[in-house]
T-cell receptor, first 114, second 111 residues
Framework: ETGVTQTPRHLVMGMTNKKSLKCEQH?????MYWYKQSAKKPLELMFV???????ENNSVPSRFSPECPNSSHLFLHLHTLQPEDSALYLC?????????????FGPGTRLTVL | KNEVEQSPQNLTAQEGEFITINCSYS?????LHWLQQHPGGGIVSLFM???GKKKHGRLIATINIQEKHSSLHITASHPRDSAVYIC?????????????FGTGTRLAVRP
């Protein structure tokens, strides 16, 4: 247990559905991240939140919409996704950004878009 | 070509063998991370190092900054070591730090 939980662990959705991924950290960290991991590709950073403000958005399509209501929770709202969005979505948290912020990862949500 | 290259991509070992996983990078870095990802998807940070060598249990990580190369060694390997091992480098940009990940090395240790 890393102190970062994600729900659901598995999600299958159609292209017209709307769903949300949830991440919660119990570590008192002030930065949270969403990553996408596709098969045989490196981890891709999607969004970074620091002190509940989005500080990085790595050219992610608008069909992915993050929300950080407080420092312990991070959501990723999904709508009209494409089959190529099927991947493992990982949440992470850290205390601070940069070198002092070792990231703790959640178990991930395995998303399949039909 | 990725900024972070790992080798081998896949590795199968017999229990008890000494294992080495390599990571080469092409950018200037402030630190390098070794991560372990289990079949369920969860990722655990094993090491963060910026010079020399670190040891934790049966795991040893080394880095050579001049050669832009790091190795992760596992001594007396065990089936529970089976996982994907990911190298990630932290480099500084004008606006802050950036983490770049390798594609990972999939390790299977057979009993």
């Amino acid at each position: 247990e890393t102190g970062v939980t994600q729900t659901p662990r598995h999600l299958v959705m159609g292209m017209t559905n709307k769903k949300s991924l949830k991440c919660e950290q119990h570590l008192g960290h002030n930065a949270m991240y969403w990553y996408k991991q596709s098969a045989k590709k490196p981890l891709e950073l999607m969004f970074v939140y620091s002190l509940e403000e989005r500080v990085e958005n790595n050219s992610v399509p608008s069909r992915f919409s993050p929300e950080c209501p407080n420092s312990s929770h991070l959501f990723l709202h999904l709508h009209t996704l494409q089959p190529e969005d099927s991947a493992l979505y990982l949440c992470a948290s850290s205390q601070g950004l940069g070198l002092q912020g070792s990231q703790f990862f959640g178990p991930g949500t395995r998303l399949t878009v039909l | 070509k990725n900024e972070v290259e790992q080798s081998p991509q896949n590795l199968t070992a017999q229990e008890g063998e000494f294992i080495t996983i390599n990571c080469s990078y092409s950018v200037g870095i402030s630190a390098l991370h070794w991560l372990q990802q289990h079949p369920g998807g969860g990722i655990v940070s094993l090491f963060m190092l910026s010079s020399g060598k670190k040891k934790h249990g049966r795991l040893i990580a080394t880095i050579n900054i001049q050669e832009k190369h790091s190795s992760l060694h596992i001594t007396a390997s065990h089936p529970r070591d089976s996982a994907v091992y990911i190298c990630a480098v932290r480099s500084s940009l004008g606006s802050g730090d950036k983490l770049t990940f390798g594609t990972g090395t999939r390790l299977a240790v057979r009993p």
